[in-house]
């Protein structure tokens, strides 16, 4: 057995140890560790703190705010990026690379700058309702910050370049011809783009989806900004726990259980889409 492939992969696997796995099997100890006001952290090994999530529906509550809202920033990020990449992929030099550049552009601004200007934007004078107040269209301001609504405009603002990029990749890879194939012997837009090009994106669609879920049930800037101290995600509950009641051990079990329920949804919506579209990940994996 050669050894120089591991050789050369060690600085790597250090540095994701050093990085990741340690700190997070610190904090996984640090879960099961007991607090008391007075004291502080106790190093009391108990399951207290993930009883206390499990029976308490306050943080049932915030578990499932998160979950929803992960799941409809990501359907929605799927909606608006999957005809903006066939859009971009079907213009010609040089307004295709301009495109793209504005399409990816945001991400060279910070997330927090971003969600300041949402919240202007949204405000009970911003942009938007001066807007539609113009316009006739409301009587009075409508509330856009601090709801679920104005946290998934910003989340939208900020992950759908991370799935245009992820279904950009495997746009790249596709033979026009077969596209062209599909019109020839008489298929309409709608069913060539339902019965060739979409399952052909699959692996795109799927790497985006667990990107932008992973990324928008883990957020904590824009939720924070834009949800305010009413509307709590499970990112900034576990901050309050942290730097507000400093109780360390029970963030550290909010953060573990998130973890754990990124990890299941993303391997069980991976097996599934693998599963219905093998052929496709087959030929993939073969090329």
């Not at 989806?209 to 957020?219: G, K, N, P």
């Not at 800037?221 to 109780?247: M, Q, W």
Request: proline letters at 6%.
């Amino acid at each position: 057995m050669r050894k120089e492939p591991y050789a050369l992969l060690a600085p790597a696997l250090l540095l994701f140890c050093g990085m990741l796995i340690i700190p997070m099997l610190l904090v996984a100890v640090l879960s099961f560790y007991a607090f008391n006001g007075t004291i502080g952290i106790i190093p009391d090994f108990s399951f207290g703190n993930y009883i206390t999530i499990f029976s308490d529906p306050y943080y049932g509550e915030i578990f499932l705010r998160t979950a929803g809202m992960a799941l409809l920033v990501t359907a929605i990020c799927l909606v608006l990026g999957i005809p903006e990449t066939l859009i971009l992929a079907r213009m010609r030099a040089p307004w295709r690379g301009i495109f793209l550049v504005m399409v990816l552009g945001p991400l060279l601004i910070s997330v927090v700058v971003r969600t300041l200007g949402w919240s202007i934007l949204m405000g009970r004078q911003g942009l938007i309702n001066d807007t539609l107040l113009l316009l006739g269209l409301v009587d009075s301001p409508i509330r856009l910050t601090f709801t679920f609504t104005g946290m998934v405009i910003g989340l939208v603002h900020v992950m759908v370049p991370f799935m245009i990029i992820s279904i950009w990749a495997t746009l790249r890879k596709l033979d026009p011809t077969v596209e062209y194939a599909g019109r020839s012997l008489g298929g309409s837009p709608l069913t060539v783009f339902r019965r060739i090009i979409f399952p052909q994106l699959m692996p795109g669609i799927l790497s985006g989806s667990i990107i932008v879920f992973a990324l928008s049930a883990s957020a904590f800037a824009t939720p924070a900004i834009l949800g305010g101290r009413r509307l709590k995600v499970v990112a900034t509950a576990a901050y309050d726990e942290f730097l507000n009641s400093l109780n360390w051990p029970l963030g550290a079990a909010i953060v573990i259980l998130l973890l754990i329920a990124n990890i299941i949804i993303i391997m069980g919506l991976n097996r599934y889409t693998e599963r219905k579209y093998r052929m496709i990940f087959s030929a993939g994996e073969n090329g």
